[in-house]
């Protein structure tokens, strides 16, 4: 049972340009989304997050966007560059504080130079 | 850089054997989480603690699986009588507790022959 979903397995930009990554919950219980990166043979990384009493959150060249409504977030890049291209998971929790992490399957983004 | 350490980083096993795994939280954590990473999937939770306590393990295998996090050392994550499908990529995440930002070690790559 799925309840985080990233349907898109691959997404290919051109350096300077915007990168979108998309994500989808089931779960309305989920209060607290992150997204991290990962680097083959190393462990994630983490990115950015929000709350759910937001409806985005910006760090630098990475925006996170909460559509509660819609059950969804998207993860926006500007200007994409080559050292994002990595593999790019959505994850949820349902409580504020330490609570266990649902992960999608992740995004494997390619900046092309 | 006292990050989340794990080790071994790679650990190959015969069928039967058993895998012991390590993970050294960050300093100042005290909430240490398991997930498991199976080829082509995200990462699936396993198991949360606290010092001496076991939180949430409903991630877990009911058999064969185990994980302690004493009041000195490091977490263990131990498979017993290993087999094949337990191959995976095994990552330590700790945290506060105050925030839900959960930082990942490198993990372990568990081969069973």
């Known amino acids: 049972d799925q309840q985080v979903k990233q349907n898109s397995p691959s997404l290919s930009v051109q350096e300077g340009r915007i990168s979108i990554l998309n994500c989808d919950y089931t779960?309305?219980?989920?209060?607290?989304f992150l997204w991290y990166k990962k680097y083959p043979a190393e462990g994630p990384t983490f990115l950015i997050s929000i709350s759910s009493i937001k409806d985005k959150n910006e760090d630098g060249r990475f925006t996170v966007f909460l559509n509660k409504s819609a059950k969804h977030l998207s993860l926006h890049i500007v200007p994409s560059q080559p050292g994002d291209s990595a593999v790019y998971f959505c994850?949820?929790?349902?409580?504020?504080?330490?609570?266990?992490?649902?992960f999608g399957t992740g995004t494997r983004l390619t900046v092309i130079p | 850089n006292a990050g989340v350490m794990q080790n071994p980083r790679h650990l190959v096993r015969r069928r039967g054997q058993e895998a012991r795994l390590r993970c050294s939280p960050m300093?100042?954590?005290?909430?240490v989480y398991w997930y498991r990473q199976l080829p082509e999937e995200g990462l699936k939770f396993m198991v949360y603690l606290q010092k001496e306590n076991i939180i949430d393990e409903s991630g877990m295998p009911k058999e064969r699986f185990s994980a302690e996090f004493p009041k000195e050392g490091p977490s263990i994550l131990r498979i017993q009588q290993v087999v094949r499908g337990d191959s995976a990529a095994y990552f330590c995440?700790?945290?506060?507790?105050?925030?839900?930002?959960?930082?990942f070690g490198p993990g372990t790559r568990l081969t069973v022959l």
């Open positions: 300093k100042g954590h005290s909430h």
């Open positions: 779960n309305s219980m989920f209060d607290y």
């Open positions: 995440a700790s945290s506060s507790g105050l925030f839900n930002e959960q930082f």
């Open positions: 994850a949820a929790s349902a409580r504020a504080g330490a609570n266990n992490l649902f």
